[in-house]
C-alpha cells in the first residue's frame, strides 16, 4: 500500500509539472521536498550546519569573530553578523540590522510598509533617512522578504509589484530619492540584503508588497513544498518565486529564457549568483567558467554590503581544513622513481602510481602483512572498510606514503593505531554498513599524529549523497590482486565510471548505502587487496572527495559485475559524531 502511495504522489507531481507544461522539473526529485535549506543540493548559510541533510541553526558560539561588529534592532551588538544572524534563525525573527565598528541606534537599518491609496509601499529607513525602495531593480527574491511573515509559514509574495511614483497619494509628503536592493531570499529582513546608495527617482518606479494569500481550490499550477500554489512565474527560471526555492531544486535543466545557471546537483541559480565569490553550486562550477560572468547591472554605489561578510566567513571557515588538494610542489627523491615509467603497465584495467602520486592513500597493515588500503582524512583519522579490521588497535599498523609493499620510500611512516570505530550496524554476511574509522595514536604531549610530511594530504569527506552521479569518472588505487589472483607490489590506480541503477545486477544484495562503480565490460575493477582502498571523486573546482570505499564484487573484472563501495556520503553524519565537524568537512559547517 505504502508504495503505491508513494506512486500515486509521484505521478500527481508529475501531472502538476506537465499541466503547467515545465518539462524541466524532474518528479522523482520534487517527491524529496527540497527547498533552499536541503544542503543534499546547496550550501548552508554561515550561521547553520548541514545535518541529516538539513541546514540547521548554529549555536551562536559557534561562528567565527569578525573584525566588524554586527548591530541589532534592539540595540544589542554582536561579534559578527553570522552570530546575529545564528541567533536570528533560533528565534526566526528579524535581529540584524547592520554592520559598525560601534554601534548607534540612529544607524538602524529597518524596513516598513505605508499605504498610500490601495498599495503597500516599501521603504527603508537608514542614517541617510527614510526612503523608497526603488522599483526598477526590484525582484522576487526580495519581495518574498518584505512579504516574510516569520509566525507563519515563509511563503512570501504573489508577484514582483511596483508603481509608478506619480501615481502615490498626492496628499502625503513622500521622498524624492530611491535605495536599491539585492537579496538572496532567504533574508528575514531588507537589512540583511545588499543595499545601494540612493538615487533620484525622477520618473522611476517604487517598490510595493503584494504579499501571497491563501488561495482557494486545488493547486492546478506548481504547489511549492510550502504549499504556496505558483499562479505567476515557472520553475527552474532561477528565481524564487515559491519563497522556499523549492521551484528551483529539481531541475534537469534550466528554462533558456531566463540567463539562469545549471548546477550539476539540478539546481537553477540566478545569473547574478555566477562568479560572485561564493560557491553555490556543490561542485563550485558557478564559480570557475570565465565565459559564465554575471549579469552586470548599472546600480549604485554600496551602501550596506552584508554579502562581504558572508564571504569573509566563509573563507575563514573553509579555510581551516586544507584537503583534496594534493601536494603538487613536492618533488620526487631519484631513489623513489627509478625505472618508475618503465614499470607502468596495466593489470586490471589499471596502472602503477608514482610513488607519491596519491597521496592521502594509506596502507593497513596487521601481523605483518598488508591486506587493506584506506583513506587518510585529516588530523588522526583514517577511513577504511569494516571488513578489513578488527576491534585490536594495537594490533595494527598504518603505513603512509607507501608506494611498494616491501619497501619503504624516504617519506614512508608507520603509525600506531590508538582506536578502531566500525560502524555498529555492519552485517559481516551483507557487507551492509561497511564502513570504519581508526584513530591514531598521538606522538608524545603532542596533538599531532604524525610529523610534517610533504608526500602526505588529507581527501574532503563529502556531505550530500548529490555530489557525484552517474557516468562521472573516479579514480581507484591499491594493491589488489590481478586476474590471475597475484597481489600487486607497487601501488596502482585506474579510473572507474559511478553507475547507476545496480539493482540491475546485484538485485536485493545491493543495499542503502552502497555504491556502483567500475566498467560494465569488465576492463576495469578492483579487486580483493584493495578493499577499504579509496574511489576518489573530484569535482568542477579540482577538491578530491573520498567518494566510496572499496567493500566487494563478484567476479573481478568481470562484464557486467561492477565493484561495489561503500557510498560514503551516506555515513557523513555518522563519520562527524566520531570525529568532530572541523576534521573532515571543508564545506557546509
Known amino acids: 500500500m505504502r508504495v503505491l502511495v508513494v506512486f500515486i504522489f509521484t505521478c500527481l507531481l508529475f501531472q502538476t509539472a506537465e499541466s503547467d507544461d515545465d518539462s524541466l522539473v524532474i518528479p522523482q526529485c520534487r517527491h ?44 544589542s551588538e554582536y561579534y559578527s553578523m553570522c552570530q546575529a544572524k545564528a541567533i536570528s534563525c533560533r528565534s526566526n525573527r528579524p535581529v540584524f540590522s547592520h554592520i559598525s565598528t560601534a554601534c548607534r541606534a540612529e544607524e538602524n537599518v529597518e524596513a516598513t510598509l505605508k499605504d498610500s491609496g490601495s498599495h503597500k509601499v516599501v521603504m527603508i529607513n537608514t542614517r541617510l533617512g527614510k526612503m523608497f525602495v526603488c522599483g526598477n ?126 548546477c550539476k546537483s539540478d539546481v537553477c541559480i540566478p545569473r547574478h549568483a555566477v562568479r560572485d565569490g561564493i560557491r553555490d553550486c556543490l561542485g563550485g562550477e558557478d564559480e570557475l567558467d570565465e565565459n559564465d560572468k554575471p549579469v552586470q547591472n548599472n546600480w549604485q554605489d554600496l551602501f550596506s554590503d552584508p554579502m562581504s561578510e558572508i564571504r569573509r566567513i566563509r573563507s575563514s571557515a573553509e579555510s581551516q581544513l586544507e584537503c583534496g588538494i594534493p601536494n603538487m610542489e613536492y618533488e620526487y627523491k631519484q631513489e623513489d622513481v627509478t625505472n618508475s615509467h618503465s614499470r607502468r603497465k596495466r593489470i586490471v584495467g589499471g596502472e602503477e602510481a608514482l610513488p607519491t602520486q596519491i597521496q592521502w592513500q594509506v596502507a593497513i597493515q596487521y601481523g605483518g602483512s598488508i591486506h587493506c588500503g584506506g583513506a587518510y582524512l585529516g588530523g588522526c583519522w583514517v577511513l577504511t572498510a569494516a571488513h578489513c579490521v578488527r576491534h585490536k588497535p594495537k594490533s595494527y599498523r598504518i603505513k603512509i606514503s607507501l608506494w611498494k609493499k616491501h619497501r619503504k620510500q624516504s617519506t614512508t611512516d608507520s603509525l600506531q593505531v590508538k582506536n578502531i570505530i566500525i560502524h555498529h550496524e555492519f552485517n559481516p554476511q551483507t557487507y551492509a554498513n561497511d564502513i570504519a574509522l581508526v584513530q591514531l595514536e598521538e606522538l608524545g604531549l603532542s596533538d599531532k599524529c604524525m610529523q610534517d610530511n610533504p608526500a602526505v594530504r588529507s581527501v574532503c569527506v563529502p556531505w550530500s549523497t548529490q555530489q557525484f552521479r552517474p557516468n562521472d569518472t573516479c579514480t581507484i588505487s591499491g594493491w589488489g590482486r590481478d586476474r590471475a589472483g597475484i597481489s600487486s607490489e607497487t601501488l596502482k590506480w585506474a579510473n572507474v565510471t559511478i553507475i547507476g541503477n545496480c539493482e540491475n545486477y546485484y538485485k536485493d544484495r545491493f543495499l542503502p548505502g552502497m555504491e556502483c562503480a567500475g566498467d560494465l565490460e569488465g576492463k576495469v575493477d578492483s579487486c580483493q587487496g584493495d578493499s577499504g582502498g ?20 563478484d567476479k573481478c573484472g568481470e562484464p557486467n559485475y561492477p565493484g561495489i563501495y561503500t557510498k560514503v556520503a551516506h555515513y557523513f553524519d555518522w563519520i562527524r559524531s566520531n570525529t568532530g565537524w572541523a576534521a573532515v568537512a571543508k564545506y557546509n559547517q
Open 137 to 262: 531593480d526590484w525582484n522576487m527574491a526580495a519581495a518574498n522578504v518584505v512579504c516574510r511573515n516569520p509566525l507563519n509559514v515563509a511563503r512570501g509574495a504573489v508577484a514582483v509589484s511596483k508603481t509608478r511614483y506619480r501615481y502615490l497619494d498626492k496628499d502625503l509628503e513622500w521622498p524624492t530619492e530611491c535605495m536599491s536592493v539585492r537579496c538572496t531570499g532567504s533574508e528575514l529582513s531588507l537589512a540583511e540584503c545588499t543595499i545601494y546608495k540612493p538615487q533620484p527617482i525622477t520618473i522611476n518606479t517604487v517598490a510595493i508588497a503584494n504579499c501571497y494569500n491563501e488561495p482557494k481550490g486545488e493547486c492546478k499550477k506548481f504547489l511549492c513544498v510550502n504549499g504556496k500554489c505558483l499562479s505567476k512565474g515557472k520553475p527552474c527560471d532561477g528565481v524564487d518565486d515559491c519563497g522556499d526555492n523549492s521551484d528551483e531544486m529539481c531541475c534537469q535543466s534550466c528554462n533558456k529564457e531566463s540567463e539562469a545557471f545549471h
Open 534 to 553: 579509496p574511489l576518489v571523486c573530484k569535482d568542477a573546482s579540482g577538491v578530491s572527495y573520498v567518494w566510496g570505499i572499496v567493500s566487494w564484487d
Open 32 to 75: 524529496q521536498n527540497y527547498t533552499r535549506l536541503s544542503c543534499a543540493k546547496v550550501f548552508c548559510p554561515p550561521w547553520r550546519r548541514c545535518i541529516a541533510g538539513q541546514c540547521v541553526c548554529k549555536m551562536p558560539y559557534k561562528c567565527p569573530r569578525q573584525d566588524y561588529h554586527a548591530c541589532t534592532l534592539d540595540g
